[in-house]
């Protein structure tokens, strides 16, 4: 017998969604101004992502940098650490995040569509090619090798469009650096795709696109653990040698 004072996580994520289509709808009919309507996507997404995420990670609209000066496009949602990746620049505006610290990144579209599919996976494949590094780090006293550099996590979100899993398996047998690993339509569907096995594709019920879409998220964040830790001395290198540069 199910207890009366027991909770519908299903339900509850049901009314997360309409709520964020509402909210997104609204933004749409409002607003004239096609930037202003994509940045206040993007709020909205941010907020519900900074909301329910582990405190563990942060959100925020930014472009990623690493310790050789190379920048990624501006990311609509940057999921990132800032325990073992401490460094975070903002600038007139803007915010700068070390490759390191980058868990996952994320393009925020009006309609999901093959053509705003491959528009985000460029960007993704931006921050991809960006160089990390991997410092040793102290565990109990003793001094551990730096672990293998994580996959970046891509994505994309939206409030119209659907893809099926024909499309999106033709769409992401591309080079690792463009692959999109999962996407959201708030009246579509969502998916996934195993960057680790590309024929597993897996998509939702339109109805249950945010909560599949943000399980998987979660699920996949997890499965990295912990970003690996930077080198610093790398990044001190190169502000030493932009300083050399300068003064010649």
Not at 24 to 49: F, M, Q
Not at 181 to 191: K, Q, V, Y
Request: aromatic share 10%; with cysteine.
């Amino acid at each position: 017998m199910t207890s009366k004072n027991n909770i519908s996580l299903h339900q509850i994520f049901l009314g997360l969604q309409e709520n964020m289509r509402a909210k997104l709808s609204l933004n749409r009919r409002v607003l004239k101004h096609p930037v202003a309507k994509g940045d206040a996507s993007e709020l909205e997404w941010i907020d519900l992502l900074s909301t329910y995420l582990p405190t563990r990670y942060r959100v925020e609209k930014a472009f990623v940098i690493d310790h050789n000066g190379a920048i990624s496009e501006q990311i609509d949602i940057v999921i990132f650490d800032r325990h073992y990746s401490p460094f975070l620049f903002r600038q007139n505006g803007q915010t700068y995040i070390p490759a390191e610290s980058v868990y996952a990144v994320i393009e925020v579209k009006s309609i999901l569509t093959k053509a705003n599919i491959q528009y985000a996976s460029k960007k993704i494949a931006s921050v991809r090619k960006l160089k990390r590094t991997s410092a040793c780090i102290v565990d109990r006293g003793k001094k551990r090798d730096p672990r293998p550099l994580t996959h970046i996590f891509g994505g994309i979100l939206a409030i119209d469009g659907t893809i099926s899993k024909r499309t999106a398996r033709e769409l992401f047998r591309k080079h690792e650096n463009q692959w999109i690993d999962f996407g959201c339509s708030l009246d579509g569907n969502a998916f996934f795709v195993d960057f680790q096995n590309k024929d597993c594709c897996e998509m939702s019920k339109a109805e249950e696109s945010l909560i599949f879409f943000f399980l998987k998220l979660l699920n996949s964040l997890q499965s990295v653990g912990t970003v690996a830790p930077m080198e610093i001395d790398k990044y001190a290198q190169k502000l030493k040698a932009d300083q050399i540069t300068i003064k010649n």
